[in-house]
């Protein structure tokens, strides 16, 4: 069938910039919405949704869908007593698994849900009479070209390499990129997006200063260490979090090493698989282990332990008004960490 179609996928930006697209290019073809429906398909009555689907073009030849959400049976119910109200729904559900070869050619219909369960039949007979358009999220190259492409929308441009310094910083949520980069267009005014304009403007995710602040130890830059820090404290960000972060990066190396001295030839995507690791976490990862030696781990980790008993033992006072002394205790660590590096 050309006029049944799944939008899925977990990259719900690009999801809803297509459906923007298509919602645009039919009421320029078509002369308006006039046709244009959008159906909530976890609210509306089976019977409901059918009958708006049913109905005939007004003054066009055809009409254009949205069903948000796949229409579901309960979730929950006594499996051992089945109720009539239960055989009710079955039987509403059924009879959308049915239609759906009924649909009329007048009507496109696009069901839109970014993670809908694969085990259902309504989802399994979309799939087997329509047409899927899959949305995952982006990495690596084919980000950092989407970046440059969609900055043109701004009127300014950006080259490779910063466009992936960008993405150390934001993460790979297109929703956040796409609002940086408009302030970041305005603030350069038509010149191209440097380094130096993202680091003035961009606040970096929590998980990026991480990144940035145990990228610096491996490079034994405490200052530029101390500096990340710093920006996390400046932007408000929960200092106990930050540490925890720090001593989870710690133990990504230490599972990492360790893996990788099993198995020396693997590449980002088997150590990805074998630990569960996101592909990207494993390739920054492995980038960033280059810098390190076991001994230097283990004896980073051991220092991180004790900050760690120093904040459940009270003997590192931390509150919401005051994280001073969190902050001096991780500044001593990056100084103890970098100076016995050189040692």
């Not at 159906?39 to 049913?54: F, K, T, V, W």
């Not at 005939?56 to 109720?83: Q, S, Y």
């Not at 990504?252 to 996101?278: D, E, T, W």
Request: glycine share 6%.
């Amino acid at each position: 069938m050309n006029n049944l179609f799944l939008f899925t996928g977990q990259e719900t930006f690009l999801l809803h910039e297509q459906i923007n697209a298509w919602k645009k290019a039919f009421c320029e073809k078509h002369g308006g919405d006039m046709n244009l429906n959008v159906i909530n398909g976890l609210g509306l009555e089976i019977g409901d949704m059918i009958a708006q689907i049913e109905a005939a073009p007004f003054l066009a030849d055809k009409r254009l869908i949205f069903v948000e959400g796949l229409p579901e049976a309960p979730k929950t119910r006594n499996k051992d007593k089945v109720t009539k109200k239960d055989e009710a729904r079955d039987a509403q559900q059924q009879k959308m698994i049915d239609y759906l070869e009924k649909i009329p050619e007048s009507s496109v219909v696009i069901f839109v849900q970014s993670n809908p369960d694969k085990r259902k039949s309504l989802y399994k007979k979309i799939v087997q009479y329509g047409t899927v358009k899959n949305f995952e999220p982006m990495s690596g190259l084919p980000l950092a070209k989407w970046i440059q492409n969609r900055v043109q929308k701004y009127e300014s441009t950006i080259d490779a390499n910063t466009a992936e310094y960008l993405v150390s910083l934001t993460g790979q949520d297109l929703w956040r990129i796409d609002g940086e980069l408009n302030k970041l267009a305005s603030y350069t005014e038509g010149k191209p997006i440097d380094k130096k304009s993202i680091d003035r403007l961009v606040v970096p995710t929590i998980e990026a200063n991480v990144f940035h602040l145990t990228d610096a130890l491996g490079t034994r830059n405490h200052r530029k260490a101390i500096q990340n820090l710093h920006r996390s404290l400046a932007a408000g960000e929960n200092l106990r979090q930050v540490f925890y972060m720090i001593v989870r990066q710690f133990r990504l190396f230490m599972q990492v090493g360790g893996y990788l001295g099993n198995y020396p030839s693997s590449n980002p995507a088997n150590v990805a698989s074998s630990l569960k690791l996101h592909p990207f976490v494993a390739r920054n990862t492995m980038d960033q282990l280059k810098h390190f030696k076991v001994e230097e781990l283990k004896s980073a980790y051991e220092k991180l332990l004790d900050i760690d008993v120093g904040l459940k033992t009270s003997r590192i006072r931390v509150t919401v008004e005051d994280q001073e002394e969190l902050a001096m205790a991780i500044e001593r660590f990056i100084i103890e960490f970098s100076g016995k590096v050189r040692a």
